[in-house]
């Protein structure tokens, strides 16, 4: 399945009031892009991407590989025609610094790279937030970005952290036009980056 003529910006948005890391991901007009949901208590990292909050139809299933893995990569199947549509790989000790991932098709061919922006903001965040009372409001004032870029250097997407108590929202653009099917891939990359980043802090 391909998620086709995109509403840019997209915004991500998590609940707060399910146990699971659940969000709906909505275009600028606030219309349905998907809903996402991290199955709980799972030894792996399980992902499930829905058409909408009403849950009516699994359209991607997002897993991890193996159960413990500094370099995590996480295997993307279209649920619609049991197809493997690509992966999402972590550089462990690249991502201390800077988080950085790399993207990959169905044919396990490196297409893209989601690099932090600046890794500074990772490091203010864990000294600011250890400050009693300042640090409960470090979530509207440092925020990461991450930006999408092909093997050349050529930018084509970027996510932004949005101002909120308990990081809820994030936003995604798109800078520059892309295949429909690398699109897809990409967003879904994202979604699954946030959970990754969303946990770590």
């Known amino acids: 399945m391909i998620l086709k003529n995109l509403n840019y910006p997209l915004n991500f948005k998590f609940k707060i009031t399910t146990l699971s890391s659940d969000f709906n991901i909505t275009d600028r007009n606030g219309n ?12 792996k990292d399980d992902v499930i991407v829905y058409n909408n909050e009403s849950k009516s139809q699994e359209i ?29 790989a972590r550089r462990g000790m690249r991502s201390i610094w ?35 009372i300042v640090g ?37 653009e798109r800078l520059i036009d892309i295949d429909d099917e690398d699109e897809t891939l990409v967003v879904l990359s994202f979604l699954m980056m946030v959970l990754l980043e969303r946990s770590r802090g």
């Open 98 to 132: 800077k988080s950085h991932y790399d993207i990959f098709d169905e044919n396990d061919q490196n297409k893209y790279q989601i690099n932090e922006d600046n890794g500074w903001i990772k490091v203010f965040d864990g000294i600011v937030g250890e400050i009693p």
């Open 32 to 43: 349905y892009v998907a809903y996402v949901r991290e199955k709980i208590f799972k030894l």
């Open 60 to 88: 991607f299933r997002i897993k991890a590989n193996q159960w413990i893995d500094f370099n995590a990569s996480f295997s993307i199947t279209d649920l619609v025609t049991g197809q493997n549509f690509g992966k999402l």
């Open 136 to 172: 409960m409001f470090t979530g509207y004032f440092l925020n990461p970005s991450y930006t999408v870029k092909d093997s050349a250097g050529k930018e084509y997407f970027r996510l932004k952290k949005m101002p909120s108590l308990i990081g809820r929202r994030f936003k995604l």
